[in-house]
Nanobody
């Protein structure tokens, strides 16, 4: 059974950093594309970044370019999202997702709030 558990969110001041983790079970993260999405209040869910099986990184949200980095630890079966220079507009619930066997799975999300 595919399970994704995100953690690492919290309250941070503008300019600060956070590292989100997505611990996976039921499959191997290195064999599937893993993605981070976010959803701010009143907005649609937005694709932030993805990492492919080969380790290629795709940052879809232009607003996070050069600030966010997605990575993977195969030994821990975990995907990370390092977020630097955080801005108030980065405030959202962040979700980890993948598609295994044609079924998309989501974690429960972790809240990130950027505020002074």
């Amino acid at each position: 059974q595919v399970q994704l558990v995100e953690f690492g969110g919290g309250l941070v001041q503008p300019g600060g950093s956070l590292r989100l983790s997505c611990a996976a079970s039921g499959f191997t993260v290195s064999t599937y594309t893993m993605s981070w999405y976010r959803q701010a209040p009143g907005k649609e869910r937005e694709l932030v970044a993805a990492i492919t099986r080969s380790g290629g990184v795709i940052n879809y949200a232009g607003s996070v370019k050069d600030r966010f980095t997605i990575s993977r630890d195969n030994a821990k079966n975990t995907v990370y999202l390092q977020m630097n220079s955080l801005k108030p507009e980065d405030t959202a619930v962040y979700y980890c997702t993948t598609m295994v066997g044609g079924v998309r799975s989501w974690g429960q999300g972790t809240q990130v709030t950027v505020s002074s």
